[in-house]
């Protein structure tokens, strides 16, 4: 969760708001993870205002449906910029995350790409440059 949001900093992305979808099996992940995340934004600048919201069920797939939906059209309907991450989490979610982002015109759908699983773990500043890229799929889809 984190170095995506480094990344998207660096390439002069910095978010203001920060939603995200918490699992049960990931509470204490995204508890660690948030002040590293609130952190890297003040760093480059900003002012993180951080929602989570909490899923009793990690397989009720309508409401993860509804949560991406909601939270694209809400933020796009103030002219907001809105970049959905779909690196982190379960692939399902990724893919619901993915395809809400592009469905629903989000600016930007990223996806932060390691070329080593040796990079697993590490993080933004320690890996090299030409082992990363942050990937924004609606360049590459159209």
């Known amino acids: 969760m984190v170095n995506p949001i480094a990344a998207a900093c660096t390439e002069g992305y910095v978010p203001d708001e920060y939603h995200i979808l918490v699992t049960p099996g990931s509470a204490e992940?995204?508890?660690r993870a948030i002040p590293l995340i609130e952190t890297t934004v003040a760093e480059y600048g900003g002012d993180l205002d951080v929602t989570r919201q909490?899923?009793?069920d990690e397989m009720d797939f309508a409401t993860i449906v509804e949560y991406y939906q909601g939270a694209?059209?809400?933020t796009t309907a103030r002219d907001d910029t809105v970049a959905?991450?779909?690196t982190p989490g379960r692939k399902f979610m990724?893919?619901?995350a993915f395809r809400a982002g592009l469905q629903y015109d989000a600016t930007h759908v990223f996806y932060?790409?390691?070329d080593s699983s040796d990079f697993y773990g590490q993080p933004y500043d320690a890996i090299?440059?030409?082992a990363i890229s942050l990937?924004?799929?609606t360049e590459v889809v159209g």
Do not use: G, Y
């Open 72 to 74: 694209i059209q809400t």
């Open 54 to 56: 909490t899923l009793d």
């Open 94 to 96: 990724s893919a619901i």
């Open 135 to 137: 990937v924004d799929f």
């Open 128 to 130: 090299p440059r030409p």
């Open 29 to 31: 992940d995204v508890e």
């Open 84 to 86: 959905v991450d779909v």
């Open 112 to 114: 932060l790409f390691l």
